[in-house]
């Protein structure tokens, strides 16, 4: 099974801040790599499929690179509103996995 | 409106079997390969299984295999999910999520609102 690690586990940032968080996988996956948000109490929102491309809807700030292993999701100005747990997931072969999760926290 | 709403959720004593069910409206469903991904109380995503468009492909977490069953009637646009011998590492939450293309590989762009499962005596 690949394996997804997310780095750091939280994190802690003020309103405009850049943020990245990291998604290592255990052997190549091309760019088979998505990204959701998710807040508490509420169902996964897709923000980035294929590592790099936005989901419609989602705002311009998001932004996914990578392909292989690694992987990077930017927050690019954060806003009180991305308070959440983030996920990577790799949809490169079955089981598909997820990552641990990041959770962003606003200071 | 594109919609998934989940069903079947419950108390279940270990041992025992649950269907949930995923009704899905506001999109073509036989073109969509669907997925359930679990939600342990405060705990991170876990994928446990996917069905292509037409069920050729389906796939199982190695936790679920040989317990769980997928299936889908494209008929009546419902997803299903047939869970046998539950354990109570089975409790979390359930959701039911739809793929943007018709195999499982190209990301869950709609997710139900989740139905909790319970396993316990």
């Known amino acids: 099974d690949i394996q997804m690690t997310q780095s750091p586990s939280s994190l802690s940032a003020s309103v405009g801040d850049r943020v990245a968080i990291s998604c290592r996988a255990s052997r190549s996956i091309s760019n088979y790599l998505n990204w959701y948000q998710q807040k508490p109490g509420k169902a996964p929102n897709l923000l980035i499929y294929?590592?790099?491309t936005l989901q419609s809807g989602v705002p311009s700030r998001f932004g996914g690179s990578g392909s292989g292993t690694d992987f990077t999701l930017t927050i690019s100005s954060l806003q009180p509103e991305d308070s959440a747990t983030y996920y990577c997931?790799?949809?490169?072969?079955?089981?598909?996995?997820f990552g641990g999760g990041t959770k962003v926290e606003i200071k | 409106e594109v919609q998934l709403v989940e069903s079947g959720g419950g108390l279940v004593q270990p041992g025992r079997s649950l269907r949930l069910s995923c009704a899905a409206s506001g999109f073509t469903f036989d073109d969509s390969a669907m997925h359930w991904v679990r939600q342990a109380p405060g705990k991170g995503l876990e994928w446990v299984s996917c069905i292509s468009y037409n069920s050729g492909s389906i796939g199982y977490a190695d936790s679920v295999k040989g317990r769980f069953t997928i299936s889908r009637d494209n008929a009546k646009n419902s997803l299903y999910l047939r869970m046998n011998s539950l354990r109570p590492e089975d409790t979390a939450v359930y959701y039911c999520?739809?793929?943007?293309?018709?195999?499982?590989?190209?990301?869950?762009?709609?997710w139900g609102q989740g139905t909790t499962v319970t396993v316990s005596s």
């Open positions: 294929a590592a790099s």
């Open positions: 997931q790799q949809s490169y072969t079955t089981p598909l996995t």
């Open positions: 999520a739809k793929d943007r293309e018709g195999d499982p590989w190209y990301g869950m762009d709609v």
